[in-house]
């Protein structure tokens, strides 16, 4: 579909979200034959572009690991156990973010679990974040929206006080932090993707330099405060 915008209807440039490495590229080679300026938003497709202005999700899974330690220590508590629910093991988004997670735990005390797999599905989820509440932890990360709903409907479930961080913003994720089920999430900021990226283009078509490759466009941290 954006061939034809980009090609056919004469665009001297386009802002795209890939939704795979190679999903697009006979499109993208035709577009960029045509002269036309790529401009990656969200997710790059693996195909030369002018920037690619995203969320450096390792980054903000150290973000999260942080607001978790800083709450945990509030409460007085300085080690346990720590769970993790994530999709899968091959997305690299939500791989990055645990990465991250992991990262901001280094050199403490706390015990990181093995990650547990829930493909998104809030209900998976929320059964493998009881199990964590079972053997004891204190903190749970879910890695994107699904993870992180399925943590939170564990923790109001399970009636007992663990630190639930998560990914993503959906009206359930804001309403479990509403309710005290949910710390905080860490929320994407596709309109400074989309700002962003047109200041971009526009730079790109009159000849400007255009900065680095990579953008971050960071994460914001959304908890019952900020509600």
Not at 126 to 140: E, L, P, R, S
Not at 165 to 194: E, H, R, W
């Amino acid at each position: 579909m954006f061939k034809y915008y980009a090609v056919a209807g004469g665009a001297e440039a386009i802002l795209l979200a890939a939704n795979g490495p190679d999903a697009v590229t006979a499109a993208l080679e035709e577009a960029d034959a045509a002269g036309v300026k790529i401009v990656y938003v969200d997710s790059a497709a693996d195909f030369p572009g002018v920037q690619t202005l995203a969320t450096d999700n390792k980054a903000a899974g150290t973000i999260a690991g942080e607001e978790m330690i800083k709450a945990l220590e509030a409460n007085g508590i300085t080690e346990g156990k720590i769970g993790i629910v994530n999709v899968n093991a091959a997305t690299a988004s939500t791989v990055a973010r645990e990465e991250g997670f992991r990262a901001a735990f280094e050199g403490t005390n706390f015990e990181l679990l093995e990650t547990q797999y829930g493909d998104g599905d809030a209900a998976k989820s929320k059964d493998i974040a009881a199990n964590y509440i079972t053997q004891g932890c204190v903190g749970i990360f879910g890695a994107n929206e699904g993870s992180t709903v399925g943590t939170g409907n564990a923790i109001q479930e399970a009636g007992q006080t663990v630190i639930g961080v998560g990914f993503d913003k959906s009206d359930t994720i804001l309403n479990l932090i509403k309710n005290g089920y949910i710390l905080c999430t860490m929320a994407q900021n596709p309109d400074v993707m989309g700002y962003e990226g047109i200041q971009t283009a526009v730079k790109a078509l009159e000849g400007e330099d255009v900065g680095e490759e990579f953008i971050d466009t960071g994460v914001s941290v959304i908890n019952k405060d900020s509600l």
